[in-house]
């Protein structure tokens, strides 16, 4: 793969007759609109190289530029800044941009100039021209801070509103839905147990596809539940001695009519007997989550390895599978809230959008974390397979 550019640009043509140059030239680019989604992805993914037009709405490239360069993933990464305005010249440098390119853009010529910039090269600004640069950059900051300012307590003040009506409304409908579903799964069970008369075979079937159902219902009102409380920080842990394996067992069967009909060959690693401290319902609930996501985006007769490990004070699992993975572009927003990643050639699949929100506060709420690699960076030393899609890790202090 060729070195990564990531290019900030609000004018979609010329991000796309950029784009076209750089990639006749070689080069992966990659797209933000706005500097603040620009530097989302940066942090997130590093790339070799950042393109950034000085003249952006939201945030302006200099002021971006010198937020960059307090990113010590970041410090070695050539930044170069664009505009129409060739006294931003100064500007960009003085800011921490290794160099400038004039808009409009050389098609023929910006491929060579990306790649010497890319390849060490870098502009110095005499003393003078520093100094002046400085000084219309911390002019714009001031000014930019002060509007900023005048309007935050008032724009604080709707938004902890906002937040805290949308949280309720969560809440409730969570409350609403998970009413009538308590009955509906235990008659269910109670079906299942023969108790009122001896099922046949074919009534079997739609009971335990309903009972299916009613699971996963169970498991989106629980997303909607914990994700309301736990963003409110109203949700307390109730540790309590838990024995992972059973658990993650218990999952594993839950699941077991989706992993039946994509005909997945799922199999778990245990961390042998003993328990760990944590909320169960909770736990269940996050690991749940990872899961059925596996599950969800595996291609039919895919593998897929639930891997439970202890190191020291630490419990972990780690989920695998072979499914399409997720975009670079779209891993630093996987955790937000009703994010759904793109997917080449597939319709998104139905889904809340809170699984990893919820397992990863969760997971924190524990004072653990999740983490998503895909393709996974490392495989399972035991399984003897190799996954290509995504690895989910789950860890928990023991």
């Known amino acids: 793969m060729g070195q990564r550019v990531l290019f900030v640009e609000g004018d979609a043509a010329l991000r796309a007759q950029v784009r076209r140059a750089l990639e006749a030239d070689g080069l992966v680019v990659e797209e933000a609109s706005t500097a603040l989604e620009g530097l989302a992805r940066a942090v997130a993914v590093p790339p070799d190289l950042l ?5 952006l709405e939201d945030l302006d490239g200099c002021q971006l530029a010198a937020r960059l360069r307090q990113e ?10 664009l505009s129409r305005r060739a006294a931003a010249h100064d500007v960009a440098l003085a800011a921490g941009c290794d160099g400038f390119l004039p808009i409009p853009i050389d098609a023929g010529r910006i491929g060579a100039e990306v790649r010497a910039f890319l390849a060490g090269k870098h502009e110095d600004l005499a003393a ?12 714009s900051m001031a000014q ?3 509007s900023a300012v005048s309007g935050e307590s008032s724009a604080r003040a709707r938004l902890a509103e906002s937040d805290r009506l949308r949280m309720a409304f969560m809440q409730n409908v969570a409350h609403e839905i998970s009413t009538p579903l308590t009955p509906l799964a235990g008659y269910l069970k109670l079906l299942a147990s023969d108790r009122l008369g001896p099922l046949s075979p074919q009534q079997r079937k739609v009971a335990e596809a309903m009972t299916a ?13 914990d994700f309301a409380s736990l963003q409110a920080g109203q949700a307390a842990v109730m540790a309590a001695p838990v024995e992972p394996d059973p658990l993650v067992a218990g999952i594993v069967e839950e699941l077991r009519p989706a992993i039946k009909e994509a005909r997945l060959h799922l199999s778990v690693i245990p961390a042998g007997p003993g328990p760990v401290r944590a909320d169960a319902r909770k736990l269940r609930q996050a690991l749940s989550n990872v899961v059925s996501n596996a599950v969800k985006f595996s291609p039919h007769g895919a593998e897929v390895l639930v891997e ?3 190191s020291g004070a630490r419990f972990q699992v780690a989920v695998y599978d072979q499914g399409p993975g997720i975009a670079p572009a779209d891993q630093p927003h996987v955790f937000e809230p009703f994010f759904h990643a793109t997917r080449d050639g597939e319709a998104r699949r139905p889904g809340s959008g809170l699984g990893l929100p919820v397992a990863r506060r969760i997971a924190e709420a524990h004072g653990g974390s999740v983490t998503v690699e895909s393709p996974p960076r490392t495989q399972p030393a035991s399984a003897g397979r190799h996954f290509t899609g995504t690895k989910v890790v789950l860890e928990i202090p023991a």
């Open 308 to 310: 439970c490990t202890r």
């Open 51 to 55: 393109l950034c037009d000085v003249d």
């Open 128 to 139: 003078d021209g520093e100094r002046q640069g400085l000084r219309a950059l911390s002019a």
């Open 213 to 225: 159902s009613v699971s996963r219902l169970t498991r989106v009102v629980d997303n909607l539940s």
């Open 144 to 146: 930019r801070l002060e």
């Open 72 to 81: 010590t993933s970041l410090a070695r990464v050539p930044l170069v800044a």
